[in-house]
């Protein structure tokens, strides 16, 4: 990485190369498409607008954006088409709940498509049979009201943000607690999703790259120790995601040092959702020499740039 060079106010310009004030690749986002709240079009221009040069855009379990942000990508911005897998891994007869970051892949094979596929099908029945145990106990909740609040596919999320909307709870995350539709509670309905084997060999065999997402994130529930990382780098993983905005210090220098043992690539990204979280655009990033690395391990797709000159 080049410096930005002396003179320190100036401001970046696109094709300047270096890490001025702002970062320049974002390879975790989401859109419209699943949980979040920008449509994929206009997410390509808060990108360019961000001083992003490279950006991932990776939807829960769906390519479905792809077509849209390509087709809005600005002068200067390259899109890399990917997507966060939900998966699972068993750890002493415990069931922990993974992503997967899966870049570059051939949206069209069929294995792996059907897979994204029953995924969202299990998301959305799951949404559904949620929102069936709350109206059963009484509560103002319907299926019309929590899809409408959804664009893409509907999920957890978009049953609580009804809670919400209905009064039953002051905050999306007090619908996540357990005495709602958190894990366990009387309303949460168990998911379906492929273990975390299947999921990095479908990868592969689509021709992508695959990045553990937010391995380490205590925050957000259980995490898997390093045994478990050491044998999805046997299986195939490319990279680990470090820099993200819910690890800690600690998390990421541990991570940091088990990449470099295993010969994992690390990345950086924000995991950017639009307003529903405190991250913007390039809040965390990841080097061009990584870039390269995860690009020249794929075969699957090629990144998409935008018109030039
Ligand atoms: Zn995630
Ligand atoms: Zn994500």
Redo the contacts with the bound molecule.
Sequence with gaps: MRPHPPGGEAPHRAGCGCQHGRVSIDL?THSTASDGLVEPGELMGLAAEAGLTVVALTD?DTTAGHGRAAAALPPGLTLVPGA?I?CYVEVDGRSVSL?V?AYLFDATEPAFASVRAQIREHRATRARQMVRLLADAGHPVTWEQVSELAAGTVGRPHVAAAMVEAGLVPTVSAAFSREWIGASGPYWVGKWQPDVWQTLSLIRAAGGVSVF??PY?SR?GVTVGPDVIERMTAAGLTGVEVDHPDHDSDERRRLRGLAADLDLVTTGSS?FHGSSKPQGLGAESTSPATYERLVAAASGARPITGPTG
């Design positions: 975790h829960h966060e939900s992503h970051l997402a937010h994130a957000r995991d």
